[in-house]
């Protein structure tokens, strides 16, 4: 945080602390306790943070072997917190439609860096309620996971977690990866610019059906 405040707080850092609290030191020994108040989530500065289980570093190190069988707990509870989070590449390749689903369920609530949150936990387990903009988002772990919520939907779950989500509007994000870039989208739109002749007004073409768009009956 004294980095941040010397930099003007016109930076972002990776949160190291939130990191070896929550994750190598907990989840890592079978414990939840440091998911309550950690780094600086814990302080209320998500804004700043962003947030990672692991990276090409700290693996190579070999701090990602000591939560081998937690990585999809750790991934639910980053993508349930406030800050930004960053999945590692490697967790994405071998569980794509675990933490498919916890992002969605993430950008359904409207979850985002400065999300509040209320949370309740000890060695045994952890439960926070997180409000989002369009919503609220329930993360378990341990033994706080529950077989219901009342007037929420489970959108993830696996073992040693859950996430339910209550929305304030109906609203159902598509997950869309593409080499470079991730976007959401309720629809699969296209979108094609052309410039007619040298000096011509540029027209916009689009799809709504994710085909090229290509007559101009399409035009906008």
Same mark, same amino acid.
Request: aromatic share 10%.
């Given at each position: 945080?004294? +980095?941040?405040?010397?930099?003007?707080?016109?930076?972002?850092?990776?949160?190291?602390?939130?990191?070896?609290?929550?994750?190598?030191?907990?989840?890592? !020994?079978?414990?939840?306790?440091?998911?309550?108040?950690?780094?600086?989530?814990?302080?209320?500065?998500? !804004?700043?943070?962003?947030?990672?289980?692991?990276?090409?570093?700290?693996?190579? +190190?070999?701090?990602?072997?000591?939560?081998?069988?937690?990585?999809?707990?750790?991934?639910?509870?980053?993508?349930?917190?406030?800050?930004?989070?960053?999945?590692?590449? $490697?967790?994405?390749?071998?569980?794509?439609?675990?933490?498919?689903?916890?992002?969605?369920?993430?950008?359904?609530?409207?979850?985002?860096?400065?999300?509040?949150?209320?949370?309740?936990?000890?060695?045994?387990?952890? +439960?926070?309620?997180?409000?989002?903009?369009?919503?609220?988002?329930?993360?378990?772990?341990?033994?706080?996971?529950?077989?219901?919520?009342?007037?929420?939907?489970?959108?993830?779950?696996?073992?040693?977690?859950?996430?339910?989500? !209550?929305?304030?509007?109906?609203?159902?994000?598509?997950?869309?990866?593409?080499?470079?870039?991730?976007?959401?989208?309720?629809?699969?739109?296209?979108?094609?610019?052309?410039?007619?002749?040298?000096?011509?007004?540029?027209?916009?073409?689009?799809?709504?059906?994710?085909?090229? $768009?290509?007559?101009?009956?399409?035009?906008?």
């Amino acid at each position: 945080w004294q +980095r941040i405040n010397d930099a003007g707080k016109n930076t972002m850092t990776f949160d190291f602390a939130t990191k070896y609290t929550a994750f190598n030191n907990s989840m890592a !020994k079978g414990s939840y306790s440091g998911c309550k108040g950690a780094g600086l989530l814990g302080m209320g500065k998500g !804004k700043y943070a962003v947030t990672f289980i692991d990276n090409h570093d700290t693996f190579q +190190r070999g701090d990602g072997n000591e939560y081998k069988g937690n990585i999809l707990q750790a991934n639910a509870y980053l993508l349930s917190m406030p800050g930004v989070p960053c999945v590692f590449y $490697p967790h994405w390749k071998e569980f794509k439609s675990e933490i498919g689903a916890m992002v969605l369920a993430r950008k359904a609530v409207g979850v985002h860096s400065e999300s509040q949150v209320s949370d309740e936990g000890d060695y045994s387990g952890y +439960r926070a309620w997180v409000t989002g903009t369009n919503g609220t988002l329930i993360i378990e772990l341990g033994n706080k996971v529950s077989s219901a919520q009342s007037g929420y939907t489970k959108a993830a779950s696996g073992n040693g977690y859950a996430i339910w989500i !209550k929305t304030n509007s109906a609203v159902k994000p598509t997950l869309i990866v593409t080499p470079g870039s991730t976007t959401y989208k309720t629809e699969t739109l296209k979108i094609e610019m052309r410039a007619i002749g040298a000096s011509g007004t540029p027209s916009i073409y689009y799809t709504l059906d994710g085909s090229d $768009p290509k007559t101009p009956a399409s035009k906008k």
